[in-house]
């Protein structure tokens, strides 16, 4: 299925790139979409002092942007002839200027390799990371650099409001499950759907504050559970519309109803499924002025250390410009 037609590649001298490039390479030619690999360097200040030895600020400046876009060239040369792809080198603070990019060139996808390295004590994403996660409008793959290759597992992670109210939910479940179907076909890949839930009230009736049977408190918890099931098969149906039933047939989906909160339980599949890349929207509501990440988003990606492929619901407004 066809989703990217103007996607943007972030790299990193000092990362491993080759991978991501491959990838991004790839996604373009299958979409038949325009490449864009760009990298972000700092400005040089004018009272930086530079001048004292002779080098005036701002041809320094144009000499470090003409050594990167060199090196961008030597980068990309093998993968001209596979797809359009041009680079370009910006100046400043690296996640302003990437979404400002976005912006400026309508952007649907940006892709970049997370800054950190995944260990068992540490973080997979960098504060540049984190910043796009929150603020970037487009979906953003951080792809780590420990995974090289076709994934073998891809996750998405949907969530439902039980109530029916938040129609953005199901728009975005759509976003992610779309996107995480068409991933997987083409990186044969298998496909998990995963969604928690709770009964928050379950707690309260079986304390001695409510005079309740335990007959009607395991009734209620069963037909809380048997909702979020009837909720995600549902969505699975749904997504036969979506996508024809032969892809997803072929993508035949893994199915996991977990009971828990997201934030603890989604790492934990992650970490079962030994999933490759997690598919997950990052706004937990549309339209709440100053919310840019849901707090279990937050919590997931701090705990998780595979690939991610973030998606903000329709309606999401960047709080950064091309001005600020």
Not at 2 to 10: A, D, G, S
Request: aromatic share 4%; proline share 3%; hydrophobic share 45%.
């Amino acid at each position: 299925m066809k989703r990217f037609k103007n996607i943007l590649l972030v790299v990193d001298p000092e990362l491993k790139d080759d991978a991501v490039l491959e990838r991004a390479v790839a996604l373009a030619e299958n979409n038949q979409a325009r490449l864009t690999v760009i990298s972000v360097i700092e400005g040089v200040p004018t009272d930086s002092g530079i001048d004292r030895y002779g080098v005036e600020p701002d041809k320094l400046q144009g000499a470090m942007i003409e050594a990167r876009l060199q090196q961008l060239e030597s980068l990309i040369e093998p993968a001209r002839e596979q797809v359009g792809v041009s680079t370009k080198v910006l100046v400043g603070t690296p996640f302003l200027e990437i979404v400002r990019e976005v912006l400026r060139a309508d952007r649907d996808l940006v892709i970049k390799v997370a800054e950190g390295n995944g260990g068992l004590m540490a973080r997979l994403f960098g504060s540049t990371d984190m910043h796009l996660l929150r603020k970037c409008p487009c979906p953003v793959w951080l792809m780590s650099q420990e995974q090289t290759g076709q994934y073998k597992r891809i996750l998405a992670a949907v969530d439902f409001d039980e109530f029916g109210t938040e129609e953005h939910k199901d728009a975005l479940n759509q976003q992610i499950l779309e996107m995480a179907t068409s991933l997987a076909l083409s990186e044969f890949s298998e496909l998990h759907i995963g969604h928690t839930w709770d009964a928050m009230a379950e707690s309260i009736m079986r304390s001695s504050f409510i005079e309740i049977s335990v007959a009607d408190a395991d009734a209620y918890v069963e037909e809380v559970r048997q909702q979020h099931r009837n909720l995600l098969d549902g969505l699975l149906n749904e997504l036969a519309t979506w996508m024809g039933k032969d892809a997803l047939d072929c993508a035949s989906p893994h199915l996991h109803l977990r009971r828990g909160y997201g934030r603890d339980v989604i790492p934990l599949l992650v970490n079962e499924l030994q999933a490759d890349l997690v598919v997950m929207g990052t706004v937990a509501r549309a339209g709440i002025g100053g919310l840019f990440m849901g707090n279990t988003a937050e919590a997931i990606l701090n705990r998780i250390n595979c690939s991610v492929l973030a998606i903000k619901p329709e309606g999401f407004v960047t709080p950064v410009t091309l001005d600020n």
